[in-house]
């Protein structure tokens, strides 16, 4: 099919921080994730774990605890704050100051009715949560040390606190401390310190379970106040706990990275009646802390300080394999963070605290596939730019030119002129910016640059007019359905008539951009899209879903095109179907109008529409057995989908040919090193320490392939008809300094499972 | 090493009228390992609790009848059986009070024993070397049995051995001065008659005892002249040898006898090295034969001994780490432990084969017989040994006893050497401790530095350099010697610190109790001696070389934990040492957290090994690839 020039990138730094806490919403089936950056990501766990929200970062704002009650989500810090969250234009709702000190958790009752927070003052304080806000209610007793953790009974009339060396159980109505359980000190040189109960939970049938410092998981009896029996786990700390709705099994999380079952089940056959906490089952499915766990119906879900969110099926849940009974990890975002300015070749990459803009490096040389060309310029970071006040980026985009950069954080959104000559790069704020433009869940500009595209509450677009002289103000787009769901994806065609957004309730809607007018919509998939883009050609809209369905829309008549009738008709392979991390970029081959370029974490794939596609028997991932037939005998065998799972699959090869181009970026997990001994404090919480050591080893790299045009080929079409296309990948753990210390296990080398696909951006060709 | 230690007194004796008679005819084990079944000489058994003291339980048979034989207990059926008037055998229950009541069982031949070991069934072994079963002689007492032995000749000692699926009854007879032992194995059952060769004085041995080593049957007897021999039959094999096959012996111990020949003594082997000997004189005591000593019979060394008081019976039995001891008006048990020794350790290996004490030395060839004879002229016997010369170091003064010396240590002959240095270190110790006024330290360090001599050779070299305060021939020997034992080594640590002390092999269990009698200042002084070595080693861990005559970090640290185990409250309630302490404390912990750092580091560069090296490291690449 053809040779393509991989630009690899390795210096996109992105490390995503720790996962501090979790809470799952078992009637919605969202999971909310806290972070130590204080962002919180919202998971729709019955849309294959899409990650449908992110709330970004504030620096002061600080993640202890998170709580859902009914469809609202709360949280509580060391910042001493309870927030609540807007789902809907994901900001924070409100920020309430508990005066208790700094807060280390909250929980609601089963009722919903009240929300109770433990304090560093030694007060548990009940909120009433009223239909728009929360009101302070009382205290209960006061106790002297911090409450670590707190649990409902679910009756709603009582409270286990876990405390420093004891728990303490409150009667909810009088306010009284009724029951003092004391928790044993570790052995030997730990009996000094105090034990910190991290964790408590508190079943209907008085049973109470605690996790603490000493590594010990304790079962007590709350009616009578004694321990029923002592499990201990770990020679560093139990963190987290999670009991499963029917109160049947508890898993726990510990320092060392393994998070442990314990099942209430009669330890013999014979005596089915004396059930018992049992131990039963160890995952090792992290390499540091475990921070947060949940239980949900058919998996255990768990997190902690090296960044990624585990899905451990159960699998005596499951009869059958499926793509939800294997285990799952995420570990990146599922959108893009990075960008390229394909007519200027300029990359720039989004962190929640600055952007990076880089140069793309230049080759002039000729090579087989395989080769790596000898390099005439180097890449080049041209600018780094911190961002302004507390909060952290949620969204950024840089025009195809080059000449224009915007971000947006939950505040403001910031815009700048690049002026690039030669070597030389100057940067100005563009002054007065309309005022309707506070902030955006997404911006992207014009193919053109005359226009930024601002995603704003409601679903709605803003339409802002770029020139030399001013910035104005054109229109609102605003959609038919009137959902007030944030708009997650946004792109436009070539040709600059069409727009498309996406939204968190799978709506997707075309504007009209000349005629600033909804155009139409597409009819609702059930799942969430995860990538779309117009085609520069024919103007249809390629869309591919959370659950890894391929849709194909043509704007202009309004209806599927047949290429996707003939697709869903058919059926996606099952292989492609069971794939685990969401496309997140969907572009085309300027130089082939028939090939859809898209990529997830760990491929890229063309899709050839001119190709047959596969069906069930077909050999679907092929590129190594095209390869070794001859070329007579090789036509008879393709198929629609070519995926590159590896680049070691893609090096090798003498078929020369044109190409388009991809980037791609990704940060990588970070090596284990021994647990740290936490003791209770807040720069153990903080992720400096982690980072640091994991620096000092490997570092947190990212890889970033570009694919750019040959330049021979190239020639023969115009500049503005050869849209080429970058794809953005990352993850492959490569070293950040070429110090013998830092190995690489790239995607050079073959070890595709360290690869991901973080985003992808058009970039255009020089003009010859 | 071994030791005894503290003893205590299970049960008195009754004397009877014969005093050559035993007062006890044996000591047999039952189900429970702190008790002991106890038969006298005339009408009663008895059961002990041995920790205890205490008589469980006794039985006694009516006037008139006389216990023939000590009662046994049947692991199998948990009852005990013994034998009266020689032919009516006796079987009862814990349980029973009434011997007389108790089943009963008339045989037609005399029995001489009855024998029972746990994991097998008991056996009655006849007067006239007949052996069956106990259960299948009880289902038919009338059964007839057969003579094996002939007419004049009569059993000595009996035993009998159970070990996987093998059994044995071993026996020892005797016919006119010729001694035999016969092996009956049973199942299938074979009978094998040996001769032991005869002792040049014609006379029998003292006492026999047996044990099964490494598929072999080791039996040790002890002579009148104090020399224990070793034969060895193999457990399996030459079944289908007919007629008496002469039994070959070696050597394995002499034991100094002092005057006249030994009376009433009895050896008993502990292990493969260590022999515990009762009735014979303690080589540097002058009293009569009446201790308990354990030999180490590798390096012919005496590890430790005991007085007993009274007359010693010549019985010994030996019980799951604990020696009984029938003396005077009471039977002692006296718990034991034996280890392999320091001298073992630091050789490398101990012998198994009963041949050990010839070659296991590389001091010389006959060390034992050596140290046997310098015992014995210490203590002032005639020599039994011929004298190179008639030697001036019997009486010449300094000046020529080092001509004599050198005369010695330069002649090449080396077998001949080995034992001519002994003797002559031996005299020369000898002398000096009686005349106070002779040392001679250069021809001592002469001798020392042939390499011929080690600390059992010559166990007075040490302590009396360490009495003349004669450091260069301290340091020598504890550079040389192999075998210190840890009481001397203690001494020399008391007069001197050195890095010689702390090479010097040791074992932690004999070596603390010793540690124990430097006072504090002493205790004191070499910790911070130890401390200063550390800190200088651990500056430089490098540049210490293998070769060099420094204690390793290791073996430092090692003596500061020992020197700490044995001082700690003392070291606590003294006031000038809390400095050192508590500095030896913060030491200690920046070491463990340096190493806690060290092992944190290591994991992490253990990862990079995991790693595999890619050929692309750079972070920024144009590569071409092809898709089909």
């Given at each position: 099919?053809?040779?393509f020039?991989?630009?690899r990138?390795?210096?996109f730094?992105?490390?995503?921080?720790?996962?501090?806490?979790?809470?799952?919403n078992?009637?919605?089936?969202r999971?909310?994730?806290g972070?130590?950056?204080g962002?919180v990501?919202i998971f729709n766990f019955a849309?294959?774990?899409f990650?449908?929200k992110v709330i970004p970062?504030?620096?002061?704002?600080?993640i202890?605890?998170l709580?859902w009650?009914g469809?609202?989500?709360?949280s509580?810090?060391?910042n001493?704050e309870?927030t609540?969250?807007d789902?809907?234009t994901?900001r924070?709702?409100y920020?309430?100051?508990a005066?208790?000190g700094?807060?280390?958790?909250?929980t609601?009752?089963s009722q919903?009715?009240?929300l109770?927070?433990?304090c560093?003052?030694?007060t548990?304080?009940l909120?009433?949560?009223?239909?728009?806000?929360?009101?302070?209610?009382?205290?209960?007793?006061r106790q002297k040390?911090r409450?670590?953790?707190?649990?409902?009974?679910p009756s709603?009339?009582?409270?286990?606190?876990?405390m420093?060396?004891?728990?303490?159980?409150?009667?909810?109505?009088?306010g009284?401390?009724?029951?003092?359980l004391?928790?044993?000190r570790g052995?030997?040189?730990s009996?000094?310190?105090?034990?910190?109960?991290?964790?408590?939970v508190?079943?209907?049938?008085c049973?109470?379970?605690?996790?603490?410092?000493?590594?010990?998981?304790?079962v007590?009896?709350?009616?009578?106040?004694?321990?029923?029996?002592t499990h201990?786990?770990t020679?560093?700390?139990?963190?987290?706990?999670?009991v499963?709705?029917d109160?049947?099994?508890?898993v726990?999380?510990?320092?060392?990275g393994?998070?442990?079952?314990?099942q209430?089940?009669?330890p013999?056959l014979?005596?089915q009646?004396d059930k018992?906490?049992?131990?039963?089952?160890t995952f090792?499915?992290?390499?540091?802390?475990?921070r947060?766990?949940a239980?949900?119906?058919?998996a255990?879900?768990?997190?902690?300080?090296?960044?990624?969110?585990v899905?451990?099926?159960?699998l005596?849940?499951?009869?059958?394999r499926?793509?939800?009974?294997?285990?799952?990890k995420?570990q990146?975002?599922?959108?893009n963070?990075v960008?390229?300015?394909k007519k200027?070749?300029?990359?720039?990459?989004q962190?929640p605290?600055?952007?990076?803009?880089?140069?793309?490096g230049?080759?002039?040389?000729?090579?087989k596939p395989?080769?790596?060309l000898?390099l005439?310029?180097?890449?080049?970071k041209?600018?780094?730019?911190k961002?302004k006040?507390e909060?952290?980026i949620?969204?950024?985009?840089?025009s195809s030119?080059?000449?224009?950069?915007?971000y947006s954080t939950m505040?403001?959104?910031r815009?700048?002129?690049?002026q690039?000559?030669n070597?030389?790069?100057s940067i100005s704020?563009?002054?007065k910016?309309p005022?309707?433009?506070?902030?955006?869940?997404q911006l992207?500009f014009?193919?053109?640059?005359s226009?930024?595209?601002?995603?704003s509450s409601?679903?709605?677009?803003l339409v802002?007019?770029?020139?030399?002289?001013?910035?104005?103000?054109?229109h609102?787009?605003k959609?038919?359905s009137?959902?007030?769901q944030?708009i997650?994806?946004m792109?436009n065609?070539v040709?600059?008539?069409?727009?498309?957004?996406a939204n968190?309730?799978?709506?997707?809607?075309?504007?009209?951009v000349?005629?600033?007018?909804l155009?139409?919509?597409v009819p609702?998939?059930g799942?969430?899209?995860s990538?779309?883009?117009?085609?520069?050609?024919t103007?249809?809209l390629?869309m591919v879903h959370?659950?890894?369905?391929?849709?194909?829309?043509s704007?202009?008549?309004?209806?599927?095109?047949?290429?996707?009738?003939k697709?869903q008709?058919?059926?996606l392979?099952?292989l492609w179907?069971?794939?685990d991390?969401?496309?997140t970029?969907?572009?085309?081959?300027?130089k082939?109008?028939?090939?859809?370029?898209?990529h997830?974490?760990?491929?890229f794939?063309i899709?050839d529409?001119?190709?047959?596609l596969p069906?069930?028997?077909?050999?679907?991932?092929?590129?190594?057995?095209?390869?070794?037939?001859?070329?007579?005998e090789?036509?008879?065998?393709?198929?629609?989908?070519?995926i590159?799972k590896?680049f070691?699959?893609?090096f090798?090869?003498d078929?020369p040919?044109y190409?388009p181009c991809?980037t791609?970026?990704g940060?990588s997990r970070?090596?284990?090193?021994?647990p740290n001994h936490?003791?209770?404090?807040?720069?153990s919480?903080?992720?400096?320490?982690?980072h640091?050591?994991?620096?000092?080893i490997?570092?947190?790299?990212?890889?970033?392939a570009?694919?750019t045009?040959d330049r021979r080929r190239?020639?023969r079409?115009?500049?503005?008809a050869?849209?080429?296309?970058t794809?953005s990948q990352s993850?492959?753990r490569?070293?950040?300094?070429?110090?013998p210390a830092?190995s690489?296990?790239g995607?050079?080398?073959?070890?595709s499972?360290?690869?991901?696909?973080?985003g992808?951006a058009?970039?255009?060709?020089?003009?010859? | 090493m071994a030791?005894l230690y503290?003893?205590?007194?299970l049960?008195?004796?009754?004397?009877?009228?014969?005093?050559?008679?035993?007062?006890?005819q044996g000591?047999e084990?039952d189900?429970?390992?702190?008790h002991?079944?106890?038969?006298d000489?005339?009408r009663?058994?008895?059961?002990?609790?041995?920790?205890?003291q205490?008589?469980?339980g006794?039985w006694?048979?009516?006037?008139?009848?006389?216990?023939?034989?000590?009662?046994?207990?049947n692991?199998?059926?948990k009852?005990?059986?013994?034998?009266?008037?020689n032919?009516?055998?006796?079987?009862w229950?814990d349980?029973?009070?009434?011997?007389?009541?108790?089943?009963?069982a008339?045989v037609t031949?005399d029995?001489?024993?009855?024998?029972s070991?746990p994991?097998?069934?008991p056996?009655v072994?006849?007067?006239?070397?007949?052996?069956?079963f106990?259960?299948?002689?009880?289902?038919?007492p009338?059964?007839?049995?057969?003579?094996?032995?002939?007419?004049?000749?009569v059993?000595?000692?009996?035993?009998?051995?159970v070990a996987?699926?093998?059994?044995?009854?071993?026996?020892?007879t005797?016919?006119?001065g010729?001694c035999?032992l016969?092996?009956?194995?049973?199942?299938p059952?074979?009978l094998?008659?040996?001769?032991?060769?005869?002792?040049d004085?014609?006379?029998s041995?003292?006492s026999?005892?047996?044990?099964?080593?490494?598929k072999h049957?080791n039996?040790?007897y002890?002579?009148?002249?104090g020399?224990?021999y070793?034969s060895?039959?193999a457990?399996?094999?030459?079944v289908?040898?007919e007629?008496?096959q002469?039994?070959?012996?070696?050597l394995?111990?002499?034991?100094?006898v002092?005057?006249?020949?030994l009376?009433?003594?009895?050896?008993?082997?502990l292990?493969?090295?260590h022999v515990?000997?009762?009735?014979?004189?303690?080589?540097?005591?002058r009293?009569?034969?009446?201790f308990?000593?354990?030999w180490?019979?590798?390096?012919?060394t005496?590890?430790?001994?005991k007085e007993?008081?009274g007359r010693?019976?010549?019985?010994?039995?030996?019980?799951?780490?604990?020696l009984?001891?029938?003396?005077?008006k009471?039977?002692?048990v006296i718990?034991y432990e034996?280890?392999?020794?320091?001298?073992?350790?630091?050789?490398?290996?101990?012998r198994h084969?009963?041949?050990?004490?010839?070659?296991?030395?590389?001091?010389?060839?006959?060390?034992?017989?050596i140290?046997i004879?310098?015992n014995?002229?210490?203590?002032?016997?005639?020599?039994?040994v011929?004298?190179?010369?008639?030697?001036?170091?019997?009486?010449g003064?300094?000046d020529?006893?080092?001509?004599e010396?050198?005369?010695?240590?330069?002649?090449?002959?080396?077998?001949?050497l080995?034992?001519?240095?002994?003797?002559l270190?031996c005299h020369?110790v000898?002398r000096?401790q009686?005349e106070?006024?002779?040392?001679t330290?250069v021809a001592?360090?002469q001798?020392?530095?042939?390499?011929?001599l080690?600390h059992?050779?010559?166990?007075?070299?040490l302590?009396?350099s360490?009495?003349h305060?004669d450091y260069?021939l301290c340091?020598?020997?504890?550079?040389?010697f192999?075998?210190?034992?840890?009481?001397?080594?203690?001494a020399?640590l008391k007069?001197f610190?050195?890095n010689?002390?702390?090479?010097?092999p040791y074992?932690?269990?004999?070596?603390?109790?010793?540690?124990?009698d430097?006072?504090?200042?002493q205790?004191i002084l070499?910790?911070?001696?130890?401390q200063?070595?550390y800190?200088k080693?651990?500056q430089?861990?490098?540049?210490?070389?293998?070769?060099?005559r420094s204690p390793?970090?290791t073996?430092i640290?090692?003596?500061?934990?020992?020197?700490?185990?044995?001082h700690?409250?003392v070291?606590?309630?003294?006031p000038?040492?809390?400095?050192?302490l508590?500095?030896?404390q913060?030491?200690?912990?920046s070491?463990?957290?340096l190493?806690?750092?060290l092992g944190?580091i290591?994991s992490s560069?253990?990862e990079l090994?995991?790693?595999?090296?890619s050929?692309d490291?750079?972070?920024?690449s144009?590569?071409?690839?092809?898709?089909?």
């Open positions: 099919m053809g040779e020039k991989v630009h990138v390795r210096f730094d992105y490390m995503p921080t720790a996962i501090r806490a979790m809470a799952f078992a009637h919605t089936e999971l909310a994730l972070r130590m950056d962002s990501e849309d294959r774990y990650q449908e970062g504030k620096d002061s704002r600080s202890e605890a709580c009650v469809g609202r989500l709360f509580a810090g060391l001493g309870i609540e969250y789902l809907e994901l924070p709702k920020s309430l100051e005066y208790g700094p807060i280390w958790t909250i609601s009752n919903g009715a009240h109770a927070i433990g560093e003052d030694g548990v304080k909120f009433e949560v009223l239909e728009e806000s929360i009101q302070f209610e009382r205290n209960l007793d040390g409450i670590i953790s707190l649990s409902w009974h709603g009339t009582q409270i286990a606190a876990g420093m060396d004891m728990i303490r159980v409150f009667d909810v109505p009088t009284r401390a009724v029951q003092r004391l928790v044993d052995f030997g040189g009996k000094s310190r105090e034990t910190v109960v991290w964790s408590v508190f079943l209907s049938d049973t109470i379970i605690s996790g603490d410092s000493a590594g010990k998981v304790q007590w009896d709350g009616h009578t106040g004694t321990l029923v029996k201990l786990v020679k560093w700390d139990v963190l987290a706990l999670s499963s709705k109160e049947s099994s508890v726990v999380g510990t320092s060392e393994t998070v442990i079952q314990f209430f089940i009669a013999t014979q005596q009646q018992e906490w049992v131990r039963t089952r090792k499915n992290h390499t540091h802390d475990v947060a766990l239980e949900i119906e058919t255990i879900v768990s997190g902690g300080m090296d960044t990624q969110l899905v451990r099926p159960l005596e849940k499951f009869d059958e499926s793509h939800a009974s294997a285990l799952r995420i990146f975002p599922h959108r963070l960008f390229c300015a200027a070749g300029l990359l720039l990459f962190f605290g600055q952007l990076e803009l880089w140069r793309l230049e080759s002039d040389g000729h090579g395989g080769d790596s000898p005439k310029r180097k890449p080049e041209l600018l780094h730019l961002r006040g909060d952290h949620c969204c950024s985009a840089l030119c080059g000449g224009w950069l915007a505040s403001s959104v815009l700048y002129r690049l690039t000559d070597n030389d790069i704020k563009v002054p910016l005022k309707i433009l506070r902030s955006a869940h992207c014009s193919s053109d640059s226009k930024l595209f601002a995603a409601q679903s709605s677009v802002i007019a770029l020139s030399q002289s001013e910035c104005k103000y054109v609102t787009l959609p038919k009137g959902s007030r944030p997650h994806l792109t065609s040709d600059g008539k069409w727009l498309a957004t968190s309730d799978c709506e997707i809607h075309v504007y009209n000349q005629k600033l007018k155009h139409c919509i609702v998939y799942s969430c899209p990538a779309m883009g117009i085609h520069p050609t103007n249809n390629t959370a659950d890894q369905q391929i849709f194909e829309y704007i202009v008549e309004k209806q599927y095109t047949d290429w996707s009738r697709l008709k058919q059926g392979h099952n179907l069971d794939r991390t969401p496309v970029h969907v572009t085309f081959n300027p082939n109008p028939e090939q859809i370029l898209l997830d974490m760990h491929m794939c899709i529409q001119s190709l047959p069906d069930q028997k077909t050999q679907f991932y092929n590129q190594m057995t095209l390869r070794s037939l001859s070329e007579q090789r036509p008879s065998h393709l198929h629609a989908f070519k590159c590896t070691q699959v893609c090798n090869g078929v040919g190409l991809s791609s970026s940060p970070s090596q284990p090193f021994p936490r003791g209770l404090g807040w720069t919480q903080s992720s400096t320490g982690q640091k050591h994991t620096s000092l490997t570092g947190a790299y990212l890889v970033v570009a694919l045009p190239c020639s079409y115009s500049s503005s050869c849209g080429a296309h794809l993850g492959s490569a070293p950040r300094r070429p110090a830092a690489e296990v995607v050079g080398s073959g070890h499972s360290g690869a991901a696909w973080i992808t058009d970039l255009d060709t020089h003009s010859p | 030791a503290e003893g205590f007194t049960c008195g004796l009754v004397q009877t009228q014969n005093a050559s008679d035993s007062p006890i000591i084990l189900g429970d390992s702190d002991a079944v106890v038969t000489s005339t009663s058994v008895t059961l002990y609790k041995v920790s205890d205490k008589p469980l006794s006694t048979v009516k006037q008139g009848q006389l216990l023939t034989c000590p009662a046994v207990f692991f199998q059926t009852e005990y059986v013994v034998v009266s008037d032919k009516v055998i006796r079987v229950k349980e029973d009070l009434n011997l007389d009541k108790a089943f009963k008339t031949a029995v001489w024993r009855v024998h070991a994991g097998g069934e056996v072994l006849f007067q006239r070397g007949a052996v069956r106990l259960d299948s002689l009880l289902s038919a009338q059964q007839p049995v057969e003579d094996v032995l002939s007419e004049e000749e059993i000595r000692w009996s035993t009998n051995i996987e699926e093998q059994h044995f009854v071993l026996f020892t005797e016919q006119k010729e035999c016969y092996v009956q194995r049973l199942n059952n074979t094998q008659k040996y001769r032991l060769e005869r002792e004085s014609g006379a041995p003292l026999f005892s047996a044990s099964l080593q490494d049957l039996l040790l002890l002579y009148p002249n020399c224990v070793q060895v039959v457990a399996r094999g030459y289908g040898l007629g008496v002469a039994l070959p012996r070696s394995r111990l002499m034991v100094p002092g005057e006249g020949e009376g009433a003594a009895s050896a008993v082997a292990d493969e090295a515990a000997v009762v009735g014979v004189p303690h080589p540097s005591a009293t009569g034969k009446d308990l000593c354990i180490n019979t590798n390096f012919q005496l590890q430790a001994g007993m008081a010693i019976h010549g019985q010994v039995w030996c019980y799951l780490g604990k009984f001891v029938s003396h005077g009471a039977l002692s718990p034996c280890q392999k020794s320091s001298l073992a350790s630091a050789l490398g290996k101990l084969t009963g041949l050990a004490g010839n070659a296991a030395l590389p001091h010389g060839t006959s060390t034992g017989r140290s004879k310098c014995c002229s210490q203590r002032n016997v005639k020599l039994g011929n004298c190179v010369q008639p030697q001036p170091h019997q009486t003064p300094v020529e006893v080092q001509r010396v050198e005369a010695l240590v330069s002649r090449g002959d080396a077998q001949d080995q034992l001519s240095v002994g003797q270190a020369l000898a000096s009686a106070t006024a002779f040392y330290p001592l360090a001798l020392v530095q042939t390499q011929f080690c059992s050779v010559c166990p007075g070299l302590l009396l360490l009495e305060k260069f340091q020598l020997c504890l550079q040389l192999p075998d210190i034992p840890e009481v001397v080594t203690c020399c007069t610190i050195s010689e002390v702390l090479q010097t074992s932690d269990n004999f070596l603390l109790p010793h540690l124990k430097l006072d504090t200042q205790v070499f910790l911070q001696y130890l200063f070595v800190l080693y651990s430089d861990v490098y540049t210490q070389t293998p070769g060099l390793t970090m073996q640290i090692d003596w500061v934990c020992l020197l700490l185990d044995a700690f409250t070291l606590v309630m003294a000038d040492a809390k400095g050192l508590s500095n030896l913060s030491f200690v912990k070491q463990v957290k190493f806690s750092e944190k290591e560069l253990q090994h995991k790693m595999k090296l050929k490291i750079s972070q920024y144009i590569e071409v690839i092809e898709l089909f």
